[in-house]
Structures are given as structure tokens and as C-alpha cells.
């Protein structure tokens, strides 16, 4: 496999976030129950926001007891810096973990390493009235960042990997969702300000809870589908058409890769995005009945791993409560740009990097300016720009490590315009650098943030001596460069979007094209 132009960095280290109650146990993991198939969190939250507006105060103390946090010391130091804008990003990763009884919905051994099987960032745009949920195939070919082990070891970084090996660093049953968080973080430029996770039993729980959720398929379903290594295609497990699932059957629908589509993970994404889409509508169209939002909140607190930002149910509610004014048009689904390298999944740029800068910038899916803050006043920055970057006096050398001529100059002239002093432009010592890469003397560290705020997807490293300088790769795309819009989203993004009010039947290829 190829390797990155750059050394590996080997100054990170835990945060210092202490873990809830002291009741998390080992470094990146959760207490008791690891976790799987979502993207139904957000109706967890929802869940929530009914439940402080019905006046059901008096729940709290007991759902609170059912609230799981993982430990951050596994959280690197070296993150994003926070936006301007009031927007906020969650991740959310579905977990194939097998411990606490999932493994008789998931198969599997009990003590198998935590996996993830799914991972979608999910951004609130600063006007609280939109918000995408970018997906991120689990066989996505990353950079996974040092991340800690459960001993307190840290790893070196590991080019090339599949995005859901993050997970599974440490090699324990319950997996390591502040690994993953660590590689979501690298992959955007964007900070992770929530990470939640959801097991096999919180999903089949949920689908209960709320009776159902519509789906349709494109033709007939069987056994053999679900499990490929079957001898014989088995039972009818769909029909083809348009129907409600729930429990075990739904956690079937989302986890059938073979029987539909090219059976791609792609096409599962597609598929899983579909449901979700569904399932809040249902919510949104029928509500949350007294009856049902005690039940809904119970099962979906107990399948909950979160960070200690959201680790109780008043913090889940006051996060929620921000969420209500988000309707089903403005709620989107796309997936991470990709095509297929191999049996793996290889991400597309500059699309990706474009996506990353449209999202923090507050742009949204149909081009507009979603920057607000929640008074309603429009953010001022100029794109890219963070609220904390005393840009003055900050030296950067820029070097431009690919064969587009000209790309230096033009980088230069971004920092420029947001208040950087260019000390140096030339060409790099090679032109074959795939990945843009800050390089920082740690002296500097603060500053070399404020400069990668400007190139999403860049890689930051400590390299003592070096000053402040940044070596262009071919992810990077200048202002103007290509762009539709100002930190527009790309075609490839915009013209394969599912809203949360699109029919169910609508778009069910499930995986053709990339």
C-alpha cells in the first residue's frame, strides 16, 4: 500500500476531561454495554426534547441512572479549533459489539473485538433550522491518527487503514469510540463536539417502541441475503414492496448487504439512509404519545454510549431542545465522496475537502447560508475564518507539493486575506503529495491550529524547527478553483442527496454509482 509523504507525529496525548461519576472503565471505552446499527440517534434526542416540553421532569432521575460515558482521556489534544458559528457536529457510530446479550440479535462471539459497523457525522448547521448527515463507508481508506490503547499506550499513526479498524484499536470487546472520533476529526477539519454511540438491542428497541417504520424493497429477500455463506437461499425474509419493520426484522433490514442493490456497503448506506429518513418522519407525523415517550426514552438511554458533554438526560435534553426547529426537507443524507479502489472504498478529492469547507462554512445542500446564530444574526467571518484567530504576526511558509501550477500563490494569498503573514512560496522537494500537511514547531502549536482551520482534510504534524509551514497535497482546492460557490457543496454530493420527507420508494438502486 502507498504511505504518506510525512513522518508519523508522536506527540499526542489524552485529554483531560474527567469521565462522569468516575464510572467509565478503561481508556476509549464505555461502561457496561458496547453498542451497533443506528442512525436512529437522533430520535433518541428527540425523544428527549418531548420529554423536557411534557413536563415529565420526574423521569429523570431514573433515566438518568441509564446513561453510559466513555472515557476521553483517549480524545487527542491535537483537534480542530472551534467555529465561529454556533453550528454543532456529532458523531454517531453504530456498534457490532456482541458483549451484553447482542450477540444473540449480531451472531458472533460475546467477547469479539468492538467493531463498528456504521459512522455518520451528523452537522447542525448554526441556524438550527438544517442539518446533514454525511455517512462514512466503515471500508473507507483513511489516516487513523495515534489514538490510546486500554493499557495507556499510544499508537503510532497508520496510513492506508480501513475507517472502522479506528474502533478497534485496543482490541477490546467494547470497543474505542474516542479512536474513531480521533479519525473523523482528522479525516474534516471539523470538531467533534458529541459523540454517541447505539448497540444491536437499542435499535431493535427503538423500532418497537415507535410501532414500526415503513420501508420498501426492490424485490424478494431471504435468508441467504443476510448471511451469504447459507448453502440454500432459506426463508422469505421480505417481500418486495412497501412495509413496516421493527425489532430483530428491522435490524435484519439494515444489515442486509448481499440481497439488494450491487451489494456494496454503499448500497447498505443508501439503504440505512432511506430508513432513517423514514423513521422520523413517522415520529414527526404521529408524535410521542405519554404512553410511548416513557418506553422510548428507557430503551434508548439504555443503548446509549455518549461523551460526558451529553452524559445526562438533562444534557441530552438541552441538546435536543436546540434540535426542534430542524423540519424534515431541511434534514439531509449524503455520503462521504467516494469511489471504489479495490474491494475498498477510496475517498474522492477535492469533493471531500470541498464538503468539509461548505460544512464549516455553514453552507448547506441546497446552497444556502445557513451561518445564523441562534439569536438570528448572520455570521460576519469570511469563509474558513475562526472566531479564535488572532492571525497577526503568525509566519507561514507554503510549499506546493502537487503538479498545479500556481496552487502556492493562491494559498498564499487565502492566509493573506485572513490576516497571516507569508514569510516563503516555492515548490516542495516533491510533487507527489496526496494530503495537504501543516508542519509545526510545538513551540507554535496554537498558532499552526489556526493556520490548518484554512485546509480542511490537511494532516497536522509537530516537526521541531519548522516554524509554521504548509505543504499543499492535491486535496487541497483553492477559493475559486473549480468551486460552483463560495464553499459550495460539490455536484457529486448535492446530486445524491435523500431528504427526511422523500418517499420511501423513491431512489432504491441501493449502491450504482461513485
Not at 79 to 92: F, H, I, Q, T, Y
Not at 213 to 240: I, M, Q, W
Not at 424 to 437: I, L
Request: with cysteine; proline share 6%; glycine share 10%.
Amino acid at each position: 500500500m502507498p504511505t504518506s509523504d510525512h513522518a508519523v507525529p508522536s506527540h499526542r496525548a489524552g485529554g483531560s476531561e474527567p469521565p462522569r461519576r468516575g464510572r467509565s472503565r478503561g481508556t476509549g471505552a464505555r461502561r457496561r454495554r458496547p453498542r451497533r446499527p443506528l442512525r436512529t440517534a437522533l430520535l433518541v434526542v428527540l425523544a428527549m426534547a418531548v420529554l423536557g416540553t411534557a413536563g415529565l421532569g420526574w423521569v429523570y432521575l431514573k433515566l438518568d441512572r441509564n446513561v453510559d460515558t466513555f472515557d476521553t482521556d483517549g480524545v487527542s489534544k491535537n483537534r480542530p479549533a472551534a467555529d465561529a458559528s454556533k453550528g454543532e457536529n456529532v458523531l454517531v457510530i453504530g456498534s457490532d459489539a456482541r458483549t451484553n446479550g447482542n450477540n444473540a440479535l449480531g451472531g458472533g462471539e460475546r467477547d469479539d473485538v468492538g467493531r463498528s459497523d456504521t459512522a455518520l457525522l451528523l452537522h447542525v448547521y448554526a441556524d438550527h433550522r438544517h442539518a446533514v448527515a454525511v455517512s462514512i463507508p466503515r471500508d473507507t481508506l483513511v489516516t487513523i491518527p495515534p489514538c490510546r490503547r486500554p493499557d495507556g499506550s499510544w499508537t503510532k499513526t497508520q496510513r492506508n487503514a480501513m475507517f472502522n479498524a479506528a474502533y478497534s484499536v485496543g482490541n477490546a470487546p467494547e470497543g474505542n469510540p474516542a479512536c474513531t472520533q480521533n479519525t473523523v476529526e482528522n479525516l474534516t477539519g471539523l470538531r467533534v463536539d458529541h459523540t454517541v454511540v447505539m448497540d444491536f438491542k437499542g435499535f431493535a428497541a427503538l423500532t418497537d417502541v415507535v410501532g414500526g417504520v415503513t420501508v420498501c424493497l426492490p424485490k424478494d429477500v431471504y435468508e441467504r441475503d443476510l448471511n451469504p455463506h447459507r448453502a440454500t437461499r432459506g426463508k422469505r425474509l421480505f417481500s418486495k414492496g412497501r412495509q413496516a419493520v421493527s425489532g430483530e426484522k428491522a435490524l435484519d433490514y439494515v444489515r442486509i448487504r448481499h440481497g439488494m442493490g450491487d451489494g456494496s456497503d454503499i448500497g447498505r448506506i443508501k439503504r440505512q439512509q432511506a430508513f432513517m429518513a423514514s423513521l422520523f418522519t413517522k415520529v414527526k407525523s404521529e408524535g410521542l404519545t405519554p404512553t410511548k415517550l416513557l418506553p422510548l426514552a428507557d430503551a434508548a438511554t439504555k443503548s446509549l454510549t455518549v461523551d460526558p458533554g451529553l452524559g445526562t438526560v438533562e444534557k441530552l435534553v438541552s441538546f435536543a431542545v436546540s434540535l426542534k426547529d430542524i423540519d424534515l426537507h431541511n434534514t439531509k443524507f449524503v455520503t462521504i465522496p467516494w469511489r471504489y479502489q479495490g474491494s475498498r472504498v477510496a475517498i474522492v478529492e477535492p469533493d471531500a475537502s470541498e464538503l468539509w469547507a461548505a460544512l464549516r462554512a455553514d453552507r448547506t445542500v441546497d446552497g444556502e447560508d445557513a451561518g445564523a446564530t441562534k439569536g438570528g444574526t448572520a455570521s460576519a467571518r469570511p469563509p474558513g475564518a475562526r472566531a479564535d484567530t488572532p492571525a497577526k504576526n503568525v509566519d507561514v511558509a507554503v510549499y506546493n507539493g502537487t503538479t498545479t501550477e500556481g496552487l502556492a500563490a493562491r494559498a498564499a494569498s487565502t492566509l493573506t486575506q485572513h490576516g497571516f503573514t507569508v514569510t516563503r512560496t516555492a515548490n516542495a522537494s516533491a510533487q507527489d503529495h496526496s494530503t495537504t500537511v501543516v508542519e509545526f514547531d510545538p513551540r507554535f502549536e496554537a498558532q499552526a491550529r489556526q493556520v490548518a482551520g484554512l485546509f480542511p482534510g490537511a494532516e497536522f504534524t509537530a516537526v521541531p524547527g519548522a516554524g509554521i509551514t504548509v505543504v499543499l497535497g492535491r486535496n487541497y482546492t483553492a477559493p475559486g478553483a473549480g468551486a460552483q460557490a463560495p464553499n459550495a457543496v460539490p455536484p457529486s454530493v448535492a446530486n445524491s442527496t435523500r431528504s427526511a420527507d422523500d418517499d420511501p420508494c423513491s431512489d432504491l438502486t441501493f449502491g450504482s454509482g461513485g
